[in-house]
């Protein structure tokens, strides 16, 4: 059985140039680095990125992306540092709790996010999303 995740990996075509958005932007914690990539903490989650020479040019067509968990008191800092970054923001937020989507530099989406699996289920009970079938 699943225990939860493991690690993420990404792929990336600068190794200098990611290190530093994920440690410096994001914060992510340096855990190991080597020339074809390195390991990070970002809370609880392993985060790899490891060069490769296939990696996309820029965002997927689709609404695949990684959130990190931000605490409310953070997340108006840590959203402006991100903007301030130079980063691009693919979406607004219409959901529960604040978010940020945006991409990292090989466009990876990524999203802040303040709020729990609780408190989206929270929200989805009090105003029910067309065709919504509660399963908990």
Known sequence: MIRGLNHITLSVADLDRSFA?????L????VA????G????AGNVWL??????????GPLPEYTHTAFDVAS????????EIRESGTEVFQDNTTEGASLYFLDPDGHKL???VGSLETRLAEMR???WDGLEMLI
């Open 126 to 128: 009090a105003d029910p």
């Open 111 to 113: 999203e802040i996010h």
């Open 33 to 36: 680095r080597w020339p074809g």
């Open 21 to 25: 958005f994920y440690t410096g932007v």
């Open 27 to 30: 914060g992510c914690r340096a």
């Open 73 to 80: 008191d953070d997340f108006e800092t840590m959203a402006q």
């Open 48 to 57: 790899a990125l490891v060069v490769s020479l296939d990696v996309r040019s």
């Open 38 to 41: 390195c390991y990070l903490t």
